[in-house]
């Protein structure tokens, strides 16, 4: 096994992943890239080094990512720069001689998909498929972590969901699903070349499943109301949560980074159906059955999402 790249490893994901590889081999060869090398300088060793790299500066990923023959790219969260960011990332891989790439893209990719995120990640899969390198897509569905934590949890004190998601379906995915999945598929890389893979839960529901497990959950009635396009942006507008989205841009007193343009986008793409897609790749992937929505929201129904990394279980 050769040198594994982590690209945006001080995040929740690298971090997880890190975790995992490192769990399964105590001395693999690990490179965590990261914008902000001084949030994991503890325990680098020559075996598990950190460097700083930035999608945005190229020559930084080039030092980054020399010596590295797999490389998981996170993607970026910038909306109008990602796919030029992931281009920087891919002609590095290339320059550096990665051979294989574990990409994390979204559910639901494809050219009609309304959600601004999924046309981003359309762009660098088509992208990646003409890089010449061998890669895996790991397509994820919206983290039950978000459906409880950042949607539920509101209604609980309201007791009212509402959303622009009509009667649409979706399938959250735990966190620990995501990483257990792209963890597999950078330790047998070779096994995955070339799959794209739906990283789901095994429930397909929609937001009035949702609010009736999180009234079993919690305790209290939470009813769904779905609201239009347009109520819902002027909710966001009234809660002070910005049109467009900007990395600069201070986080909400839940610790998330939020602009009203992505979330309607991702709304209207459950309420079209985009996004009721329900696979078995995560137990293909691992061989193991993922987690529930509701085993999720009772582990997480005390936290703050900003809080549910440093509570992996």
Wanted: net charge negative; glycine share 8%.
């Amino acid at each position: 096994m050769g040198r594994i790249v982590i690209s945006g490893a001080s995040g929740d994901l690298g971090h997880r992943v890190t975790d995992l590889l490192l769990a399964a081999d105590p001395d693999a060869e690990l490179t965590l890239v990261t914008r902000t090398p001084e949030k994991l300088r503890q325990g680098e060793t020559q075996r598990h080094r950190v460097c700083r790299g930035d999608y945005r500066d190229a020559a930084s990923l080039d030092a980054a990512y020399s010596g590295g023959e797999i490389l998981f790219l996170i993607s970026g969260l910038n909306l109008g720069r990602r796919v030029s960011e992931h281009r920087n990332a891919i002609s590095a891989a290339q320059r550096a001689g990665i051979r294989h790439i574990v990409y994390t893209s979204v559910g639901g990719v494809q050219p009609n998909n309304p959600a601004l995120s999924s046309r981003d990640h359309c762009q660098t899969e088509l992208d990646l498929r003409a890089s010449g390198l061998t890669y895996t897509i790991l397509r994820n569905s919206l983290y039950s972590e978000i459906v409880s934590n950042v949607l539920v949890a509101p209604g609980v004190e309201s007791g009212l969901l509402t959303q622009a998601t009509g009667d649409g379906f979706i399938a959250p995915v735990a966190k620990s699903d995501v990483a257990g999945s792209a963890a597999t598929c950078l330790l047998q890389n070779e096994r995955h070349a070339g799959a794209v893979y739906e990283i789901t839960g095994s429930e397909l529901l929609n937001f009035h499943d949702i609010a009736a497990i999180g009234t079993e959950v919690h305790g209290v009635p939470v009813k769904y109301a779905p609201v239009s396009v347009e109520e819902r942006l002027a909710f966001f507008d009234s809660v002070g949560i910005p049109r467009t989205y900007d990395p600069d841009m201070p986080p909400s007193a839940d610790g998330h980074m939020w602009a009203s343009d992505e979330l309607i986008s991702a709304e209207m793409a459950i309420s079209e159906g985009y996004q009721a897609i329900m696979s078995h790749h995560v137990k293909h992937i691992t061989g193991q059955e993922p987690a529930s929505l509701r085993s999720v929201m009772e582990r997480c129904k005390s936290l703050r999402y900003d809080e549910i990394g440093a509570h992996v279980s």
